[in-house]
């Protein structure tokens, strides 16, 4: 089946201007993540929604930043007023979490990233 | 708070070698995952391997196994037969274990591996 996609697939943007990057989950996965991955860095966690909620949003670097995922499955990661410090590649990864068991049915699954460039 | 240190940032093997990728972590939890990711030049990142804190015995896919001593808080990678297409970026990562299900995931600065015919 398909998996993670993410458009578009490369962003370049003024700073101030606003961004949206979409992510569209694999088929049925109810936990959707963004990260952020700044050059020569591993990514790092912004947040996670269980299905429509944002159940852990504590990795957003600040009021900026803002996600949705008004139907539990396409996801829109939502940056205002775009400053330099933002270019990043920005990941996003889907899962099907399952309790108490061992399976590793769980594993995140990523997209192929949107690189937003801010002039 | 929990962090995954990665000190080797490159690293090179001959084609049909084995090489090892160094990791270590810090947490205070017991019940955690460890994993190890790759990423090829198209940026998408590919489980390549998982381990359970609580599981003793490392865990093995195919040519990739890990070394994992939960006391000293390291997660090893070793490589047999190295090929070309291992190419990538590596990435060291840690989740907490919630019932079974991972949290989200905390990863090192990676590491280059370059894979020479």
């Known amino acids: 089946g398909a998996g993670v996609s993410q458009t578009p697939s490369n962003k370049v943007t003024e700073k101030g201007k606003y961004v949206e990057l979409r992510c569209d989950p694999i088929?049925?996965?109810?936990?959707l993540y963004w990260y952020r991955q700044s050059l020569g860095q591993g990514p790092e966690f912004l947040i996670y929604f269980q299905g429509t909620g944002a159940a852990d949003d504590s990795g957003l670097p600040n009021d900026r930043f803002f996600a949705v995922r008004p139907e539990g499955s396409v996801s829109t990661l939502k940056i205002q007023r775009t400053e330099r410090g933002d270019s990043a590649v920005y990941l996003c990864a889907s899962s099907s979490p399952g309790a108490g068991t061992s399976g590793g049915t769980d594993t995140q699954y990523f997209g192929p990233g949107t690189r937003l460039t801010v002039l | 708070a929990q962090t995954v240190t990665q000190s080797q940032p490159e690293m090179s093997v001959q084609e049909a070698e084995t090489v090892t990728l160094s990791c270590t972590y810090d947490t205070s939890e017991s019940n955690y995952y460890l994993f190890w990711y790759k990423q090829p030049p198209s940026r998408q990142m590919i489980l390549v391997i998982r381990q359970e804190a609580y599981k003793q015995q490392n865990a093995t896919e195919n040519r990739f196994s890990v070394n994992f001593q939960k006391a000293a808080k390291s997660f090893s990678l070793k490589i047999s037969d190295s090929q070309l297409g291992d190419t990538a970026m590596y990435f060291c990562?840690?989740?907490?274990?919630?019932?079974?299900?991972?949290?989200?995931?905390?990863f090192g600065k990676g590491t280059k591996l370059s894979v020479k015919p």
């Open positions: 990562a840690f989740s907490m274990n919630y019932g079974g299900s991972q949290g989200n995931l905390i």
């Open positions: 088929s049925g996965h109810t936990a």
